[in-house]
């Protein structure tokens, strides 16, 4: 019983909140002056080489822009919050992660370079990223937690 909550709370510190998500994002000065954050998720927490490493959903719009102007990025920390990658896109979107796998909605290109795909797949630490296109009957069903039943 002991070492099944010593796991839960090792699970629960590895998880970053949505305000030290924040706070990182800030320090690293990867969130805009000039911009409006209108959308900040965690998607999911990548494990690469038994390390957590943070996925964020970022959205921002341009402030003065006459038309609604907006940037969006998936950006990918390190075990200490550090920005590692950042993916802009533009109406792709991170749906979730499994092991050391990303999957989007829609493909994405690396530092525009080919090949483009909706799978990421991150090693060396999160250094590398390859890409891959899976179609969308072929994506796994994403991870979910057991839920508990009802009581009868």
């Not at 341009?62 to 390190?78: C, D, E, F, H, M």
């Not at 990658?85 to 979107?93: G, L, Q, V």
């Not at 991170?94 to 370079?113: C, E, K, S, T």
């Amino acid at each position: 019983m002991c070492l099944l909550l010593i796991c839960s709370a090792q699970a629960i510190v590895h998880t970053p909140s949505r305000a030290a998500l924040f706070r990182a994002l800030l320090l690293a000065r990867v969130l805009h002056p000039d911009r409006l954050l209108v959308h900040l998720s965690h998607t999911c927490s990548l494990r690469i080489d038994r390390h957590l490493y943070p996925v964020v959903d970022i959205q921002e719009l341009v402030r003065g822009a006459t038309t609604p102007r907006g940037v969006n990025r998936i950006i990918i920390l390190n075990p200490s919050l550090k920005p590692m990658h950042t993916i802009e896109y533009t109406t792709e979107r991170p749906l979730f992660g499994h092991a050391h796998q990303l999957y989007l909605w829609g493909d994405v290109m690396i530092n525009d370079r080919m090949p483009e795909g909706n799978v990421l797949t991150l090693t060396q630490h999160g250094r590398a990223i390859t890409v891959r296109h899976v179609e969308a009957n072929d994506v796994p069903v994403p991870p979910t937690r057991q839920r508990k039943q009802p009581p009868q």
